[in-house]
């Protein structure tokens, strides 16, 4: 199994509304990361979760709060977005957080309004 | 702080020509990574360059690394349609994560 899965796919949400993303993959990697894509732009990193801890934070307003239940799940949950959070967020995973290649889940589309 | 830049940003080809897109990086990076976006789609590993001098091929796609130069090109070989799509290089990894350049869109016309 090489595959990294996202749900939902596609999320509309209000900016009062909590919600969650989920990623998911069981290729025994233990490095996870979050991804945001503005269009017509490259992803820029979010988050970085080695061996279930979190290592990275890039300065991510706390709107974006990730969670690693293990090593094969990762969420991010989001709370009172802007519209300016609209994006696509991918997730992606590496065998480990060792310059290994990257693999990428097909991402959530998520527009808030 | 690492930073990549690609080169051109839009590429209009005919179908049958060869063309070279290229990829600078501003600090020492062990490996160079290439990427293709459809629109409204995810990220396709292409390929994955581990050490100066590495040169990987897959069909008409060539890409190669040169470390001391900072430079890694990706080269297309008699394009065709199919190959339209976003290319993106992108540097660092592990616990980093990726730093991307912007993107090169290419379009590739019969």
């Known amino acids: 199994d090489t595959e990294v899965t996202q749900t939902p796919k596609h999320l509309v949400m209000g900016m009062t509304n909590k919600k969650s993303l989920k990623c998911e993959q069981h290729?025994?990697?233990?490095?996870m990361y979050w991804y945001k894509q503005k269009a017509k732009k490259p992803p820029e990193l979010m988050f970085v979760?080695?061996?279930?801890?979190?290592?990275i934070n890039e300065s991510v307003p706390s709107r974006f709060s990730p969670e690693c239940p293990n090593s094969s799940l990762l969420n991010l949950h989001l709370h009172a977005l802007q519209p300016e959070d609209s994006a696509l967020y991918l997730c992606?995973?590496?065998?480990?957080?060792?310059?290994?290649?990257?693999?990428f889940g097909p991402g959530t589309r998520l527009t808030v309004t | 702080e690492l930073k990549v830049e690609q080169n051109p940003l839009f590429l209009s080809m005919q179908e049958g020509k060869n063309y070279t897109i290229y990829c600078n990086y501003s600090?020492?990076?062990?490996?160079l990574y290439w990427y293709r976006q459809d629109p409204g789609k995810s990220l396709e590993s292409l390929f994955v360059?581990?050490?100066?001098?590495a040169v990987k091929q897959e069909g008409r796609l060539m890409a190669s690394l040169d470390t001391k130069a900072r430079l890694s090109t990706l080269h297309i070989t008699a394009a065709v349609h199919d190959l339209s799509a976003t290319y993106f290089c992108?540097?660092?990894?592990?616990?980093?994560?990726?730093?991307f350049g912007k993107g090169t869109h290419l379009i590739i016309q019969p």
């Open positions: 992606a995973s590496s065998l480990q957080d060792s310059y290994y290649e990257q693999y």
């Open positions: 979760y080695s061996y279930e801890k979190l290592s």
């Open positions: 360059l581990l050490s100066n001098g």
């Open positions: 290729m025994g990697h233990r490095a």
């Open positions: 600090t020492t990076s062990d490996r």
């Open positions: 992108a540097g660092g990894g592990g616990a980093d994560g990726l730093t």
